[in-house]
């Protein structure tokens, strides 16, 4: 792409999505929707003035784990600890339930191959971490109670997303799966998990620490920049999601992320402890910093993520005129909003969370679509069933935030 | 490119651009020399890890209209004008005495063709803005007399050199010129410059109204990015560097920008200039919230340019045994010294500062690599011409900031 007309794409996506989502906000509407339609609108699907260019993507790819930086800079771990099992039990029925309606549905009545069925709903399994990050950020619910057990559950989520896709790639590609080595890409998930937030806290002091005898300004923001990028990379390195480095990153550096030990009566472990304590201390200084300086690039790059997944929406390739076509994505657009509403009722809470907890993890956004994508570029699905897919995954992604929107004002007002 | 090593490549280049730097200070080196030699060290030249890409390639152009944005902000057009016709005797010898030097050099001792002769005098007329700035930045000069004639005679330099690359683009695909082709693109270069300010103000204006009502947080960020993002792809719709782009969209949004009449009797007249007079006045309030927004982004965005300006200087390209890339390239580096040196002589300035101004020409950066590669790409440069060029455009970047800042600590020593 010549260097003039990314500048041009650039704007016209900068300015598109501004237009759009501060219109939809004195309308009621979440801004989020603004920015999908300001996608729509420029992209394929109607003007064609922005492409899904190469170059567009990669500067969305780094909106959104900068905003799950952020989301991992507001996530008090020990309160998402104390909500138990509950985002375990919801992301494991969120993922379960549309697999298994989806699967039964494509098999039995549309007779769909075995292979085509697992694909099918292993795409309806997906959540869109990013739009329902951002939802509850438009409702400024992110640090309500439902919304932690939501964070958690779509975290979780993405980590199935990402084993059930290296699944069936795998049963696609050889005919057969090695439970060993999706166990074994599970295995470095976790590990990571556990041990990213501790290795980003370490390099994190470090970069503190020279920052305040740094001879050259935005010494803190390029370096912090740096962390986040290098444990994304990670991330895909160990097979897991490249936002859940962004998060990751984002949980090391928080207020909230610090050790806790019990007294030991022993003065070596009490004297250990104290010095971990020490090390892994919260710095209010270096969250504030970050908080400021980062936003400016989040408020920059973020709204790209959101317009390129409606550029990414090609709504040109639906046949519209296929009965097919409407029946099967009828019948999983229903599978995929009751299997994912019915994620909040396994769990124990009031009724109105319960289903605000259901509707915040119905939308599939960004990561249906590259199951969608990716199983259309592999021959798995033919051009009448990811049109089908594309309008499920269009139509749980600008729904929600809507719902969510009228839910919370009746249900769930502001306390 | 893979998004993960995309998110690599950018880490690697931020935290070896950091590094370098900061080493760099330390020791008493330009920051800016860091950045190149960061770039070089990674790039192909040394450890191959960052290639040329187009996207990075993408982000460094952002990084270099940001930062011309700020050096607009910075600029007092009231104050450049009161320097008279100074910047444009500095421009002019500054282009003419290397092309012709470099012409004669390549035409009479090394035997070369006409059109190559003139390339490669062309190529050392460029003058790397950028590169400029940011010595006269690190020196903490930017805004000393001999500082503006610089930059307006780069400014300039830069218009000079598109215009040339044009005209002896033309040559080389044509075998003739038509010397109204190139006046048609000067024009518009002009109307450009003259008028670019007033329509960036009005707009500038309007999105500090809009500011003010905003419902979405970031808006006057956004807007501003998408302002210098339009009128640098604008520049380059009317034949103008891209540059020139953010250069006046800084001007436009700098507190000096304002417009001043001599009183009029007339009282419609003078309604209309009050209007006007009020319209264009600067606003402090504006000027101030784009600094502190917009420095996160130039701080990320700005190194990526001069690292990759490094990356691009391909050392393994040159045959280090070949005596004739020795000998054009030394012969060529005297000009291009000298010819950029001479300028500073020839406006009636303290001899310190004619030594200062012509040194701060000196550095070819980017704009010779420009040249030198398209007239690789167009088969008007073979391979040791190429490499006589990149030795010149190298030592041309390279030695001025060390110069410039021991010139400027003997002689010049800050008032």
Known sequence: MAVDQFFLFLAVILIAARLFSEVAVRHGIPPVIGELLAGLMV??????WVTPDETMKLLAEIGIILLLFEVGMDTDLYRLARSGTKPIVVAMVGFVAPFVLGYLVCYYLFDLSNIVSLFIGGTLTATSIGITVRVLDDLKRRQSDEAQIVIGAA?????????????????????????????????????????SPFAAKLVGRVIERFSHTASTPGLLLTMALSLILLFSWLAHAVGAPVIMGGFAAGVALSQHFHLTFKASKSVFTARVQHKLTEWFAPSSELHHALETQMRPLIHTFAPLFFVMVGVSLNFNTVDWSSGFVWQLGGLLLLVAFIGKLAAGFFIKEPRANQIAIGLAMIPRGEV????????LAQGILDISLYAALLLVIALTTLAPPFLMKVFYVRYLPEA
């Open 43 to 48: 992209g394929p699907s109607l003007l064609g």
């Open 155 to 195: 975290v979780l989520d993405d980590i199935l997303g990402v084993l059930t896709l290296a699944f069936l790639y795998q049963f696609a590609e050889q005919k057969q799966v090695s439970l060993a080595a999706t166990g074994e890409v599970a295995i470095y998930i976790i590990l990571f998990m556990v041990l």
């Open 368 to 375: 249906g679509l590259i199951f969608a994508q990716l199983g």
